[in-house]
């Protein structure tokens, strides 16, 4: 059965650092890798998806790795902002269309 | 841009009572899901649907139902609500982005309160 972790479950940094969340999950047979951010309250907004046979995505200020060998994933933030505290979640597409969500990862920006 | 919309953001509905949370997607996806979304145990999938009038259920369809008589509208049902289904709702639609790929877009979220 698929798991999903993602490791800090939270994490504070200062306004303009650059960060990375992780993500790894245990069965390499997936068919792509979404990253999304959710603000408290609201529903799942999409950053980036990694088909299975890519390496990475890029979105802005965003870059999505996806490494299926090692079963692992990273989000990359550059130049952090307050407007980008939010909890980030990732997940993987396997058979049947089912996405396995993460726990998530709650991202807090000092100014 | 796609657009996910759920029928209310709050609702407050009593034990027993038929509970409908609607969901319509503007942009011809094929595929729909429900989610529920819960402290400590995340978002868990209750039933999708590929095509209109189709159905699978999820990881936890018991006490719910639904119904896709159009292809953009998908609907949750509570046949008899209950407090444990005190929840975060969450509908998505997802379309082919490659071969085996599909992309996953999230509706804004039904608060539901059971009391």
């Known amino acids: 059965k698929q798991e999903v972790t993602q490791i800090p479950a939270a994490l504070s940094v200062p306004e303009g650092e650059n960060l990375v969340l992780n993500c790894s999950f245990t069965d390499s047979a997936i068919y792509n890798l979404q990253w999304f951010r959710q603000d408290p309250g609201k529903g799942l907004t999409s950053l980036l998806l990694?088909?299975?046979?890519?390496r990475e995505q890029t979105s802005g200020r965003l870059n999505a790795s996806l490494d299926k060998s090692s079963g692992r994933s990273t989000l990359y933030i550059a130049a952090s902002q307050p407007g980008d505290s939010a909890t980030y979640l990732c997940?993987?597409?396997?058979?049947?269309?089912?996405?396995?969500f993460g726990q998530g990862t709650r991202l807090t920006i000092n100014p | 841009d796609v657009k996910v919309t759920q029928s209310s953001r709050y609702l407050v509905k009593r034990t027993g009572e038929k509970v409908f949370l609607e969901c319509v997607q503007d942009?011809?996806?094929?595929?729909m899901f429900w989610y529920r979304q819960d402290p400590g145990l995340g978002l868990r999938l209750i039933y999708f649907s590929y095509d209109v009038k189709m159905k699978e259920k999820g990881d936890i369809p018991e006490g719910y139902s639904v119904s896709r008589e159009k292809k953009e509208r998908f609907s949750l049902i509570l046949e008899s609500a209950s407090t444990n289904q005190t929840s975060m709702y969450l509908c998505?639609?997802?379309?082919?982005?490659?071969?085996?790929?599909?992309?996953?877009?999230f509706g804004p979220g039904t608060r539901l309160t059971v009391t």
């Open positions: 990694i088909q299975s046979s890519q």
């Open positions: 998505a639609s997802s379309f082919r982005r490659g071969q085996y790929s599909y992309e996953q877009y």
């Open positions: 942009m011809d996806h094929e595929n």
């Open positions: 997940a993987v597409l396997q058979g049947a269309q089912k996405l396995v």
